[in-house]
């Protein structure tokens, strides 16, 4: 507020100063473009997930309706049930549960303290070794999966899960060591250090200073790891006979089936990657705090 001399009455008034509110307005238009992206981002994964879902519990005359209503009017969850009882679903899912579990542990296994060693020593060739890794992402899987698959055969582990395991073990390192090699460079080495002036060997430092405050970086690669081998098709098939994983069992057995059980097969490998991403949620809230709520 300024004043002014009022000439007529000789006392002085107050005149309002205007605000720009053009950078208030700037900053919430901002937050509403970021808004909306965000609600259209949710949108793209959540609307597959709900056709999927909502076609699985429909009955198979219900999915011939034109045009389909968003909620089914003939809920029924015999086709879900038909396709769980079908034989070797059950024993390809526990198949996957054991290779996606199994290659999560072998990957932070190697992949954790690689990370560390990139993200705290400096050695010769460090910056071509990092581009290195990412080689194996770049050949084809059938490169890496036939040339597996004789090898696996003259030693034994055709057919076995524990070779389905080292596949995927090599298709998720290399995202795995530089996801952990970023999240511990993000860990003050001071803490360690200090960790290491009070009686910590190095190991223990690692174990109990560095790998507690690395641990939502873990869980972000681990996430990544599982999903990419619960999904992984290509090799669990060529790798495989008898012994499929769930999505080498619905792509061999579902091509000719109904529409019907192709939707419920896709639900079925949908909902263990949704109930692992929401168990580990609360580490990669630890990391991001609020920004994913």
């Known amino acids: 507020m300024t004043s002014r001399p009022d000439t007529e009455h000789g006392t002085a008034t107050t005149a309002p100063i205007e605000v720009d509110k053009r950078p208030l307005r700037r900053h919430q238009f901002n937050r509403a473009l970021i808004q909306l992206a965000c609600i259209l981002i949710s949108l793209f994964m959540v609307v597959p997930i709900y056709l999927i879902t909502i076609s699985a519990f429909s009955t198979r005359q219900g999915l011939n309706e034109f045009p389909q209503p968003l909620w089914p ?3 029924s969850t015999e086709t879900m049930a038909t396709f769980l009882n079908s034989t070797g679903i059950l024993a390809a899912t526990l198949n996957s549960l054991t290779v996606g579990i199994g290659t999560l542990v072998l990957a932070s296994l190697v992949g954790a303290p690689a990370g560390y060693a990139i993200a ?34 003259a030693t034994g582990l055709y057919d076995q899960p524990i070779g389905v395991i080292l596949l995927h073990t090599a298709l998720s390192l290399p995202t ?69 994983t769930l999505p080498a069992q619905v792509l061999s057995t579902l091509g000719d089936s109904p529409v019907a059980f ?32």
Do not use: H
């Not at 060739?125 to 770049?138: E, I, N, V």
């Not at 009686?199 to 999903?227: D, E, K």
């Not at 939707?263 to 949908?270: D, E, Q, R, S, W």
């Open 176 to 244: 795995t060591i530089l996801i952990t090699s970023s999240v511990f460079l993000s860990v003050p080495i001071d803490a360690e250090e200090a960790a290491r002036i009070f009686g910590c060997t190095p190991v223990g430092a690692f174990l109990r200073v560095v790998l507690p405050l690395a641990l939502p970086g873990i869980a972000a690669s681990a996430i990544f790891t599982f999903v990419t081998s619960w999904n992984e098709v290509l090799g669990a098939t060529i790798l495989t006979f008898s012994n499929r």
């Open 262 to 293: 192709r939707f419920a097969g896709g639900l079925a490998m949908i909902i263990p990657s949704i109930i692992f991403i929401a168990i580990m949620r609360k580490y990669l809230l630890n990391m991001w705090g609020t920004t994913i709520r």
């Open 73 to 75: 009017k003939n809920f």
């Open 120 to 153: 705290r020593f400096a050695f010769r060739g460090k910056d071509p070794y990092q581009l290195f890794l990412l080689f194996t992402r770049a050949l084809p899987i059938v490169v890496l999966s036939i040339p597996l698959a004789q090898v696996f055969l």
